[in-house]
T-cell receptor, first 116, second 115 residues
Framework: AQTVTQSQPEMSVQEAETVTLSCTYD???????LFWYKQPPSRQMILVIR??????QNATENRFSVNFQKAAKSFSLKISDSQLGDAAMYFC?????????????FGKGITLSVRP | SAVISQKPSRDICQRGTSLTIQCQVD?????MFWYRQQPGQSLTLIAT?????????ESGFVIDKFPISRPNLTFSTLTVSNMSPEDSSIYLC????????????FGPGTRLTVL
């Protein structure tokens, strides 16, 4: 079974600074997807960024980028130029590329606060 | 993308009663998922609902407690039966697979409080 570990329960960053959220996972599969989701107080789950395991290039979405280390099974999220609206809970998630098994496995999440 | 709505958005229920949560998607989807998020916790998958077949439940969740219906490709319901305070959680509907192979979309969630 796959597992996702987020060992930091909370982090804080100064507005306009950069912060990195850590995530590790365990799997025996070679093909899979990794995601970072954001959940603000509204509780709506919002996809931040996605990484396909077969791609060596790290995914980037505007101020959000990942450092994907497949051999180390590490998938960290970097938020640049942090904004007050980035304050939320962030979840790392794993999904098999096997279409018959599309469920997401989530980490415990990390609460990010942004200081003005 | 898929737009998902859930009803009700929140409810307060008495112990021993049941609540049915509805999930409606604006397009036909292969797989629908029901997650539970207990206060301050991560999301835990309850079951996967495929149209035309029985739902597949994860370890620790049973059909008698969480019966699921999936009458068509755009709709599903989750019932929380014989509720206790431990069932107080946010319940989220999600869709993925098929045309959404690379992504999974979530509904806004239903906040349930059991007294």
């Amino acid at each position: 079974a796959q597992t996702v570990t987020q060992s930091q329960p909370e982090m804080s960053v100064q507005e306009a600074e950069t912060v990195t959220l850590s995530c590790t996972y365990d799997t025996s599969e070679s093909d899979y997807y990794l995601f970072w989701y954001k959940q603000p107080p509204s509780r709506q789950m919002i996809l931040v960024i996605r990484q396909e395991a077969y791609k060596q290039q790290n995914a980037t979405e505007n101020r959000f980028s990942v450092n994907f280390q497949k051999a180390a099974k590490s998938f960290s999220l970097k938020i640049s130029d942090s904004q007050l609206g980035d304050a939320a809970m962030y979840f790392c998630a794993y999904r098999s590329a096997n279409g018959a098994n599309s469920k997401l496995t989530f980490g415990k999440g990390i609460t990010l606060s942004v200081r003005p | 993308s898929a737009v998902i709505s859930q009803k009700p958005s929140r409810d307060i229920c008495q112990r021993g009663t049941s609540l049915t949560i509805q999930c409606q998607v604006d397009s036909q989807v292969t797989m629908m998922f029901w997650y539970r998020q207990q206060p301050g916790q991560s999301l835990t998958l309850i079951a996967t609902a495929n149209q035309g077949s029985e739902a597949t439940y994860e370890s620790g969740f049973v059909i008698d407690k969480f019966p699921i219906s999936r009458p068509n490709l755009t709709f599903s319901t989750l019932t929380v039966s014989n509720m206790s305070p431990e069932d107080s959680s946010i319940y989220l509907c999600s869709v993925g697979g098929g045309q959404f192979l690379n992504e999974q979309f979530f509904g806004p969630g239903t906040r349930l409080t059991v007294l």
